[in-house]
């Protein structure tokens, strides 16, 4: 007898683990990646799961106000294959936000967006990457001496800082 109530016990254990575990499978996910500094917004990852049990179907990045948080703004990608920020830093009065992702070995890059409304967000970008005007900058003003980026060598954008302003962004 206490061999038999063993077994339904770990069949009904395993089975609410299982269930469980499709149950969370199957849920719309959000990620919180980053809060300003004041706190008046967050960037959210929202991952939807796949429909065939696979990888997800979807994972969409959004600048939330905290104020009220059913405004939500996408934040753009330069194209739809292209990776992920995963390093946000706000500007101080917030109407901007620098985002890095890593895109290879040795290859880190910096995008920056600019928070129009609550609802609304561009790439300051329009003609050409805000990371390759950066490097192009750089060799202009004499800080390099080569442009590592388009040499597509060892090219690493880091933050810095913002000026009090919100006028100046420094990286390195």
């Known amino acids: 007898m206490p061999q038999t109530f063993f077994i339904c016990?770990?069949?009904?254990?395993?089975?609410s683990a299982f269930c469980g575990l499709a149950q969370a499978t199957?849920?719309?996910?959000?990620?919180?990646l980053y809060t300003s500094p004041s706190g008046a917004l967050r960037i959210e990852m929202t991952v939807k799961p796949s429909s065939t049990g696979g990888r997800a179907d979807?994972?969409?990045?959004?600048?939330?106000s905290t104020k009220d948080p059913t405004q939500r703004a996408r934040?753009?990608?330069?194209?739809?294959?292209?990776?992920d920020d995963d390093e946000f830093?706000?500007?101080?009065?917030?109407?901007?936000?620098?985002?890095?992702?890593?895109?290879?070995?040795?290859l880190r890059y910096g995008y920056l967006y600019h928070c129009l409304t609550p609802l609304r967000i561009e790439?300051?970008?329009?003609d050409e990457s805000f990371n390759e005007l950066v490097w192009k900058n750089c060799v202009e003003l004499g800080a390099l001496k080569e442009d590592?980026?388009?040499d597509g060598?060892?090219?690493?954008?880091?933050?810095?800082?913002?000026?009090?302003?919100?006028?100046?962004?420094?990286?390195?």
């Open 75 to 83: 934040l753009p990608k330069q194209s739809d294959d292209s990776p």
């Open 123 to 126: 790439m300051s970008d329009k």
């Open 58 to 64: 979807g994972r969409n990045m959004g600048v939330v």
């Open 89 to 106: 830093h706000c500007s101080p009065n917030e109407e901007w936000i620098f985002g890095l992702r890593h895109v290879g070995s040795g």
């Open 9 to 15: 016990s770990a069949a009904v254990v395993f089975r």
């Open 148 to 150: 590592y980026s388009a």
């Open 153 to 172: 060598v060892y090219a690493v954008t880091i933050f810095v800082s913002w000026s009090l302003d919100s006028c100046r962004l420094l990286v390195e």
């Open 26 to 32: 199957t849920q719309e996910r959000t990620d919180l």
